[in-house]
């Protein structure tokens, strides 16, 4: 599904230079609306003899929109009182530019801190952190709504969910030890 616009597979560039690679997706041949994929590079540089660049590709249509990567966010245990943080990728898989003018969770143990309103290109991705501050422990589950100007206004959902846990607690028997030293 995809090619470069560079075909040659060797070459040389010297010390301070650069090459421009462009990486093309054909999007009547891709499979499904989002796909990803992986550029190898090798090299004779002794500190980093290979390099793997991650690629996407997104097919825009004018009845799409907002899309997160991933569909939904689920934390693992997490200490009541600690954070923890998962990626989360806004996408515009539209043709127009969409702006999200609110972005609020409904449960406060998971937060951001974006800067809005927020606009996107068609195609454009920000990746942004997403964070889970457990108050109890147990399962807790929530959903974020994101207000756009998409089709005049349009509320997106979207689900997360994360486990408290309580931090192990150690003991010491006896309280105290004393001793007496000639």
């Known amino acids: 599904h995809y090619s470069t616009s560079n075909k040659e597979q060797k070459g040389t560039i010297g010390a301070g230079n650069s090459m421009e690679l462009k990486a093309i997706a054909e999007a009547n041949k ?9 550029l190898l590079i090798s090299s004779n540089d002794p500190d980093e003899p290979e390099k793997k660049i991650k690629v ?19 934390f693992d245990n997490t200490y ?7 990626s989360l990728i806004l996408s515009n898989a539209g043709t127009e530019e969409l702006t999200i003018n609110q ?15 927020i606009t996107l290109k068609a195609g454009e991705m920000r990746n942004e952190t997403i964070y889970f501050t457990p108050k109890s422990f147990g399962k807790i589950e929530s ?8 089709d005049g206004g349009k509320t997106r959902t979207l689900d997360a969910s994360g486990q408290g846990s309580l931090a192990p607690v150690m003991t010491v028997t006896p309280s105290s030890l004393s001793a007496t030293l000639k």
């Open 103 to 117: 972005f609020a969770f409904r449960n406060s143990v998971f937060s951001h801190r974006l800067s809005l309103p």
């Open 143 to 150: 959903s974020a709504l994101f207000l756009t100007n998409e």
């Open 56 to 74: 996407t590709a997104q097919k825009l249509s004018e009845n799409a929109g907002l899309v997160f990567r991933p569909s939904s966010l689920s």
């Open 30 to 38: 891709m499979p499904s609306e989002y796909e990803e994929a992986f």
């Open 80 to 86: 009541v009182g600690q954070t923890a943080e998962k």
